[in-house]
């Protein structure tokens, strides 16, 4: 076992660095403020090879380890987050998805342009449909329906707080096709967001990560061709079980890089501030603080490297992941509010950036598996 990074792993994690910095900083204020999608940094994403990291490169991608991508998406949202999910959602969950579970065809026309995050020039990403109104945590509570037309699927449904739901091309749409057969009737769906009937809800105005377009897509009678399925008929429902598995690293890597942004940002101003004569940074209450956060977000990170590791490895990573989501997140909405204390009044106001870093962390504790669910997904396994 190896606790230092390749050569190859430093390279991307500059790379990442560099980008956060001189492309995602300026800006992100005003992003976050007017909730402006970062088109223009997502575009540059797929320049770099990142929307497709771990994707072979016969496909588009750039046949990158997992660790690789944990350091990228630690690197991007210690910066701005609302960056960092777009990028998770279309590494984690829809190119993930499609490498593994789709066929030859879907691969070609979907994965390939996908993984590049661009076609014909344009911006060409992802998005994950499970939630709805009433199945959000329970994921077998499924309302929009696939109906059999013979040589297609007539998708009628509305699915709720989706990432890039307004941005992506292409959507993974879970769908209850028969309802007697519970989540063995549930199958999974290549939906593209121009197709007749598909119409995309207003955009969520959210506490956090304002940067990326959370909305509601509905499906009325939308014609969707037997070949946009994938995978077996009924293998949707352990779709978005093995899919969200591997997305958990993602958004367990994004609460790092959210907890090391702000302890970043907190030590700085430690050593700048002065109260009662000296730094803050030689009081030993605000000294613990930070001595605690720095502990907290290096087991985060190892967890993170775990999880990433059994899954390069072909392992079992289903609780190593949900170990790494839950500790992570909740390191991260712990490790941002401590931030925003050592900041004091300065950090209640925006310019300093820890409080959006804080209202960005409270996501991670709630989308791809609420903290809840990963304790369930722990216990289960340890009490077996």
């Not at 009662?276 to 209450?285: A, D, L, R």
């Amino acid at each position: 076992m190896q606790f230092k990074l390749s050569e190859e792993q430093l390279m991307i994690q500059q790379a990442a660095r560099d980008f956060a910095v001189n492309e995602c900083l300026p800006g992100v204020i005003e992003r976050d403020e007017t909730q402006t999608f970062p088109r223009q940094q997502v575009e540059k994403l797929a320049d770099l090879g990142f929307m497709g990291m771990m994707i072979d490169p016969k496909y588009g991608g750039s046949g990158l380890d997992t660790i690789s991508y944990v350091i990228a998406m630690e690197e991007i949202s210690k910066i701005d987050a609302s960056v960092s999910v777009i990028m998770s959602v279309n590494n984690s969950l829809v190119c993930y998805g499609l490498q593994e579970f789709g066929s030859e065809e879907q691969k070609q026309k979907y994965l390939t342009p996908l993984a590049q995050g661009k076609k014909d020039g344009e911006l060409y990403i992802g998005a994950f449909l499970l939630s709805e109104p009433e199945a959000g945590s329970d994921a077998t509570s499924q309302k929009t329906t696939a109906e059999d037309k013979g040589d297609y699927y007539l998708l009628n449904g509305t699915k709720n707080w989706i990432t890039n739901g307004n941005s992506a091309s292409v959507y993974l749409v879970i769908a209850q096709t028969d309802v007697s057969k519970g989540s063995r009737g549930i199958n999974v769906f290549i939906v593209e967001k121009n197709w007749p009937g598909v119409e995309v809800g207003a955009k969520e105005n959210k506490l956090g990560i304002r940067g990326s377009d959370t909305h509601s897509i509905l499906f009325t009678d939308v014609k969707v061709p037997k070949e946009n399925r994938i995978g077996e008929d009924g293998f949707g429902f352990r779709f978005a079980m093995k899919t969200l598995a591997g997305g958990r690293i993602g958004i367990a890597s994004q609460a790092l890089g959210i907890a090391s942004g702000a302890f970043e940002l907190a030590n700085a101003y430690s050593k700048e501030r002065k109260a009662f004569g000296t730094e803050i940074c030689n009081h030993q209450i605000i000294q613990f603080k930070l001595a605690d956060m720095a502990t907290k977000i290096e087991a985060s990170r190892l967890l993170c490297y775990k999880a990433a590791w059994e899954k390069d490895n072909g392992l079992d990573y289903t609780l190593s992941s949900s170990m790494a989501k839950v500790f992570s997140s909740e390191t991260a909405m712990w490790t941002t509010t401590e931030a925003v204390q050592i900041h004091g009044g300065y950090g209640f106001v925006k310019e300093y950036h820890v409080e959006r870093l804080m209202r960005d962390a409270k996501i991670t504790q709630i989308y791809e598996g609420t903290s809840e669910v990963q304790r369930i997904v722990i216990s289960r396994s340890i009490l077996k």
